[in-house]
């Protein structure tokens, strides 16, 4: 009998690929993605937009903490975690001004890390 189940530990989790919006007519458009069909429409434009603010590099915060909680939402975990390192890497994440956002993505980066992990032993 034994006395303690270990799980056997899980690869390392890789992060996927973040979905770059395609220009439309009507500005940005993930259509042709599994993403379509995975959030509400509203949701899905308001990803459209943050999604190219990511793929310029823009340095506000919020746009990836969003982007990635949308991806979450969506049932896309190696996005999302891939929208906070992409974050995390930019010089703008160290600046004083942004060091509680930068924090607060940083743990949503390592709770999605968690998650998926466990996710995966199962």
């Not at 899905?44 to 990836?64: C, D, K, Q, S």
């Not at 160290?94 to 949503?108: D, L, M, N, T």
Request: hydrophobic share 40%.
């Amino acid at each position: 009998m034994a006395l303690f189940h270990r799980r056997q530990a899980s690869p390392p989790v890789e992060p996927a690929p973040i979905p770059v919006p395609r220009p439309s007519i009507d500005g940005w458009t993930l259509a042709g993605t599994s993403l379509v069909a995975k959030l509400a429409k509203a949701d899905l434009r308001e990803l459209e937009i943050l999604l190219h603010g990511i793929a310029v590099n823009a340095e506000t915060p919020y746009t990836y903490e969003r982007a990635a909680i949308l991806l979450e939402r969506a049932g896309e975990p190696g996005p999302a975690m891939s929208v906070c390192d992409a974050w995390l890497a930019l010089p703008a994440a160290r600046w004083p001004e942004y060091v509680h956002h930068s924090r607060a993505i940083e743990k949503r980066r390592s709770r999605l890390r968690t998650r998926q992990s466990t996710a995966e032993a199962s």
